[in-house]
C-alpha cells in the first residue's frame, strides 16, 4: 500500500505517548487516523465535516517509540450527506529497514452546512 499513494499523515510518536508495555496508546493511535481520514473527508465534502462513526476497527502489531507513522486513507464511500474513508496505518522501523501494518479502521464523516446540521455533499 505505501508503494501507491502518498501518506496523509506522517508522525513521530513522543515519550509521552507511551503506556507502561513500551507501546503507544491505542488513543493516541486512534486521533491520529481521524485527522487524517478528517483531512481527506474535508476535500472531498469541501467544508467541514464530523466523525460520527468508527467501525471495523483493527490492531494488528504495536507502535514502538521510534517508530515513524504513515497515515494512509481512501473513500470508500460517498452517501448523501457522509463519506466513509478507510484508513491503514504503517510503521516504520529500524531507519526504515522495516514497514509493519499496525493497525486500520473505516472512519463515517457527515458534511456540515449550517447550524452543524448535515448538509447534502456536491457530486
Do not use: C, Y
Not at 517509540?65 to 460517498?78: R, T, Y
Not at 457522509?82 to 496505518?89: A, L
Amino acid at each position: 500500500m505505501t508503494a501507491r499513494r502518498e501518506a496523509i499523515l506522517r508522525v513521530v510518536p513522543r515519550p509521552g505517548d507511551i503506556n507502561s508495555n513500551g507501546h503507544i496508546f491505542g488513543g493516541w493511535v486512534l486521533s491520529q487516523m481521524d485527522i487524517a481520514a478528517g483531512i481527506v473527508a474535508a476535500r472531498r465534502a469541501q467544508g467541514p465535516v464530523a466523525t460520527v462513526a468508527i467501525e471495523a476497527m483493527t490492531f494488528i502489531a504495536p507502535i514502538l517509540l521510534h517508530d515513524i507513522i504513515s497515515v494512509f486513507a481512501e473513500i470508500e464511500k460517498v452517501g448523501r450527506t457522509s463519506i466513509s474513508i478507510r484508513i491503514e496505518v504503517i510503521a516504520e522501523r529500524d531507519r526504515g529497514a522495516e514497514e509493519v501494518k499496525v493497525t486500520e479502521g473505516l472512519f463515517t464523516f457527515v458534511a456540515l452546512g449550517e447550524n452543524h446540521r448535515p448538509r447534502p455533499i456536491k457530486g
